[in-house]
């Protein structure tokens, strides 16, 4: 079945350490995001792509990467510099026409 | 700019009740409008979209939702509300004439389905 797969579910992270989220869709679409879910904030946007090998910074950029060398597949680091990185993260990838999302299951990242 | 405002954060309703789940949005072009559902420690699933045409939009699971241009608004709503229901909610914006596809999205609305 076509959908978005994140990896992992569940992630602790010691202080100071980087860690990689894993994003991949098989619905051939062109755009891909990253969003930051906290408790009673809503979704808001770290980063996103509309090409392979193009990127933009989202509206809480600092402290993530990206990369987007295969269009199947949208990566994000969480870097030490993110000072509050405990979260729950969703992909998502968009329809052309009507610029529905659809969302993958989420990884959940804690910081010990 | 986009903004979306979902009022009340928390909604409770009684098994069978009527849903109404509020969203007003911001926007100074014409808009698509989105409700996703969220499930605890899910993804978010789409119940239903606006995008042109017909202002009353029907989506998953007996909601529909109606675009009403001069107020706007595009609340939710569900005729008898299920145990099955309970869920956050989230209402979205995006600029149709944009590229990017950024959907903007409320703070989320958690509905409280009593027995």
């Known amino acids: 079945d076509g959908g978005i797969t994140q990896s992992p579910k569940y992630l602790f992270r010691k202080e100071g350490q980087n860690v990689t989220l894993s994003c991949e869709q098989n619905?051939?679409?062109?755009?891909m995001y990253w969003y930051r879910q906290d408790p009673g904030q809503g979704l808001r946007l770290i980063y996103y792509s509309q090409i392979v090998n193009d990127f933009q910074k989202g509206d809480i950029a600092e402290g993530y990467s990206v990369s987007r060398e295969k269009k199947e597949s949208f990566p994000l680091t969480v870097t030490s510099a993110q000072k509050n990185p405990t979260a729950f993260y969703l992909c998502?990838?968009?329809?052309?026409?009507?610029?529905?999302?659809?969302f993958g299951e989420g990884s959940r990242l804690t910081v010990l | 700019a986009q903004s979306v405002t979902q009022l009340g954060s928390h909604v409770s309703v009684s098994e069978g009740a009527l849903v109404l789940l509020r969203c007003n949005y911001s926007?100074?072009?014409?808009?698509?409008l989105f409700w996703y559902v969220q499930y605890p420690n899910q993804g978010l699933q789409l119940l239903l979209k606006y995008t042109t045409g017909a202002t009353l939009v029907k989506g998953i699971n007996g909601f529909e939702a109606e675009f009403k241009k001069s107020e706007t608004s595009f609340h939710l709503t569900k005729p008898s509300a299920h145990m099955s229901d309970a869920a956050e909610y989230f209402c979205a914006v995006s600029v149709y004439s944009s590229n990017t596809g950024k959907l903007i999205f409320g703070q989320g609305t958690t509905l409280q389905v009593k027995p």
């Open positions: 926007s100074s072009v014409p808009p698509y």
């Open positions: 998502a990838s968009r329809t052309r026409n009507t610029g529905e999302l659809f």
């Open positions: 619905l051939n679409h062109d755009a």
